[in-house]
């Protein structure tokens, strides 16, 4: 699940990531949060304005995906975020 907002007067894009304890142990949970930072790090900064807050919520099943997957979820969600201006 996907969360996008902006803060008035802020141009500073934030990163919030949820991983609940049902999705898997702590290795895994670590795991998706590193990935999701990873694929905010390279892809999404660039394709958002600046300003932009996300909140990320993984939910059942993100342990089963690959960098890729989780790379190509995040995506279409913030291309969907820029459709919607």
């Known amino acids: ?8 007067g802020d141009d ?7 991983v609940s304890r049902r999705v898997g142990g702590a ?3 670590n795991r998706i949060k590193r990935r999701v930072r ?3 790090r390279l892809l ?3 394709m958002l304005s600046p300003g932009i807050s996300l909140v990320i919520i993984a939910r059942g099943g993100a342990g ?5 997957g989780i790379g ?4 279409a969600g ?4 820029t459709k919607r201006r």
Not at 12 to 18: A, D, E, I, N, Y
Not at 64 to 68: A, D, G, I, V
Request: avoid cysteine; aromatic fraction near 8%.
């Open 12 to 18: 500073h894009s934030r990163l919030g990531v949820t």
């Open 38 to 40: 990873e694929t905010y």
């Open 72 to 75: 190509a979820e995040l995506k």
């Open 1 to 8: 699940m996907l969360y996008a907002g902006r803060f008035p």
């Open 44 to 46: 999404l900064r660039t």
């Open 27 to 29: 290795v895994i949970r």
């Open 78 to 81: 913030a291309l969907a975020l």
């Open 64 to 68: 089963q995906l690959t960098s890729e």
